[in-house]
């Protein structure tokens, strides 16, 4: 029984002694030296690629579309007719204003003749005379109305686009051709308030586009419109692109505005910096610092000062591990 009972205490034991072991034995770590090398401090921002010059067509009454051109991809001059809606009711309105017009302008002479027999009086002429100037305006005025059921191009360019078909309803407000140059190309970026105060014009931008992945292509900050929008918090801004650009109209992109760019910079992991700080190696003992850091990138951040030269950085971060812990560097 005695033997059994010592046993058991040594087993006891030994698990006690191991767990100490484990317990105490120094933390295995990575390091990673800061390098130099350029680092860009960018605003973030997406957009879509349009003409500089275009210009919407949208019908301004409801009515069906009668007729419409086969023109897109094709060049049009200004005020040519692209399309034309249903305008019988406002044709035999205008046929009945003109009528009501005649039948006031003939009583009008009549009631002249009248007059000059001194059958009518003046007053009586009057009246009849404003009654026929209200009709020619009616007239003059569905006149003019009639004209908005036929779209025309409110510019010199190329169809880029065009919508609806015959028989369709054309709503108002509704885009149905889209007419502009398919050159000079711009991106319109919108840009959160926070960051807008860094964006300038002339500012080079980098560009990313899901239709050629793995190319980054260029664009210039160009302008930026004086008033932002307060509910969704953003300002918007014009890029510039090159001729040569392979991004078409409609595109989205993702922009990257360089905003500044510190040459042989200081630069370290971003994930061995948490805010601030770092924790260093120093022989078998960890020493957290507080840094100055500048420009931070998704892959990197910049150092101004506060790093020893030639100090092991602890890589990534190491959270649980405390100012002066033991520690050891992990093999490979």
Known sequence: MKIVRSLVVLVALSGAGAAFWSYSRPAAVATVTAKRGDAADIVYATGVVEPRNWAKVTPLVRERIVERCDCEGRRVEKG???ARLDSVLAETALAELKARHKLAAAEHERQAVLVE??????????????????????????TARLENYILRAPMSGTVLRRDGEVGEIAEPGTVLFWIGEAKPLRIVAEVNEEDIPQVRPGQRALIRADAFPGRTLEATVDSITPKGDPV????????????????????????????????????????????????????????????????????????????????????PYPDKLGDGSRIRLRDG
Do not use: F, H, W
């Open 80 to 82: 040519e007719i692209l």
């Open 117 to 142: 027999r001194n059958v009518m009086s003046q007053q009586a002429l009057d009246r009849v005379r404003s009654e026929v100037g209200q009709a020619a305006a009616l007239v003059a005025g569905q």
């Open 232 to 315: 969704a918090k953003n300002y918007r801004v014009y890029l510039a692109l090159p001729d040569d650009t392979p991004l078409l109209i409609g595109m989205t992109a993702e922009l990257n505005i360089i905003v500044r760019v510190a040459r042989n910079a200081l630069l370290l992991p971003v994930n061995a910096v948490q805010g601030n700080a770092v924790v260093l190696a120093e022989g078998d003992v960890a020493r957290r610092r507080e840094l100055a850091i500048g420009i931070r990138g998704t892959g990197e951040v910049e150092v101004l000062s506060g790093l020893p030269e030639g100090a092991r950085v602890i890589a």
